[in-house]
């Protein structure tokens, strides 16, 4: 019978090693919870933080019973985990969120196809497994689009941009993916975004919408809240709510949208656990994005969202970094008296890594963060000229 509620002293299992695992480590630990983490055998920051590491792959049958042997409850920092992983695990320990909404928002057939299945609205798309699929899809959607990998993407990576023009057969072969789907472009005004928590017990928090922006097709700035009008607001709030009741989702969740220049909101994408731009929830509501993990997940009451000062989070990528084991004269951030330095425990600092992050209180939060920014920019170093 599975066990809807789990105390401090508890130990949380956590399937992936990376800094949304390192930082929900840091929560638990605070809040009286054991952490044992299965790295996947990949570098693993939360290491550092965690009582107890399994390095072995995430298809090993030993990693398999070792983590449910420690775990009393489970969860995962990132959703690319198989899902005979997933539903090995959850078939001896209580797995929030479950095997089918991760292994979902995994795969963007799966989770396009969900959202169509749902009513929810999202861009125009077609199922693509050759380049005679690919041709039909491009004459049916007449002009711009973007071509995607059905798993594995993240970060602008299994994508490409097409035209219309481009010839079906030559666009296949050098995308090299077995199934894809060709995605409408979608002309927007605004990316948002809102972290949504659910508990065993149907409770739902919503933390208030955020504005996303991009560089290099990885995320740059959160600004909390976004600048929105009421109904939008509430219509990206009453969307995510109606995606984690669909799954009966414990946990928290990611939902990105494109607010369309006509003023309509179209789910992009769902991350089934604490996301890149919730991370301003550390600093600036009651209640952060890995603190309400662990509430739901442990099948607690969940905590206040509310928005206690207007935020913008700071990503803090590798080019940032002079170089790739030298760190940054960190004094930009430190001289700021209403800002928060996160940093993640990764070693070496690759072009776009994400290194960690950094947020800004107060109503003048972006031009300092953008200050910020370009002052770490103008000392990091030079890829193109690698």
């Given amino acids: 019978m599975t066990q809807h509620s789990f105390p401090p002293g508890s130990t949380i299992g956590i399937l992936g090693g990376g800094q ?54 489970a969860t995962v920092e990132f959703e690319n985990i198989p899902r005979t992983t997933l539903e ?7 797995l929030r969120p479950g095997a089918h909404a991760i292994a979902t928002c995994a795969n963007r057939e799966q989770e396009k196809t969900f959202l169509r299945q749902q009513s929810i609205p999202c861009a125009p798309f077609w199922i693509v497994s050759s380049n005679e699929e690919l041709a039909i899809a491009m004459a049916e959607l007449a002009g711009p689009g973007v071509l995607k990998t059905s798993a594995f993407g993240y970060d602008g990576k299994g994508q ?26 979608i002309e927007f005004q605004a990316e948002l975004s809102v972290m949504i928590a659910r508990n ?23 600004i909390a809240p976004a600048q929105v009008a009421p109904e939008i607001r509430q219509q990206a709030i009453e969307i995510a709510t109606r ?9 928290i969740m990611g939902v990105e949208f494109f607010l369309t220049t006509e003023g309509t909101l179209l789910v992009n994408e769902m991350a089934p656990r604490p996301h890149n731009s919730g991370h301003h929830t550390m600093d600036a509501c009651v209640t952060s994005q890995f603190e309400q993990q662990l509430r739901a997940v442990c099948g607690q009451p969940l905590g206040s969202t509310q928005l206690m000062t207007t935020a913008v989070m700071l990503n803090l990528l590798g080019d940032m970094w002079p170089g790739v084991e030298q760190s940054p004269d960190w004094s930009v ?3 700021d008296a209403s800002s928060a330095l996160h940093l993640y425990g990764k070693k070496r600092a690759i072009e776009r890594r994400k290194m960690g ?30």
């Fill in 357 to 386: 992050h950094a947020t800004f209180l107060g109503d003048d939060a972006k031009a300092r963060a953008e200050s910020a920014k370009a002052s770490l920019l103008a000392k990091g170093r030079d890829f193109s000229a690698l």
């Fill in 243 to 251: 995606i984690v009741e669909a799954f009966d989702y414990v946990g």
């Fill in 88 to 94: 090995a695990v959850a078939a001896r320990v209580t």
């Fill in 160 to 185: 490409k941009k097409l035209t219309g023009g481009e010839d079906p057969q030559q666009v296949w072969q050098e995308f090299s993916s077995p199934r894809a789907i060709l995605e409408g472009f």
């Fill in 333 to 335: 951030i430190f001289e």
């Fill in 20 to 73: 949304l695992a390192r930082m929900l480590c840091m929560e638990a630990k605070r809040m009286g919870y054991r952490t044992v983490v299965w790295t996947g055998g990949l570098e693993a920051p939360a290491m550092a933080l965690c009582d107890e590491v399994i390095e072995h792959p995430f298809d090993h049958a030993e990693g398999i019973a070792r983590f449910a042997e420690m775990a009393d409850v």
């Fill in 200 to 222: 065993p017990a149907g409770q739902i928090r919503c933390h208030d919408p955020v504005e996303n922006h991009h560089r290099h097709h990885i995320l740059d700035l959160t």
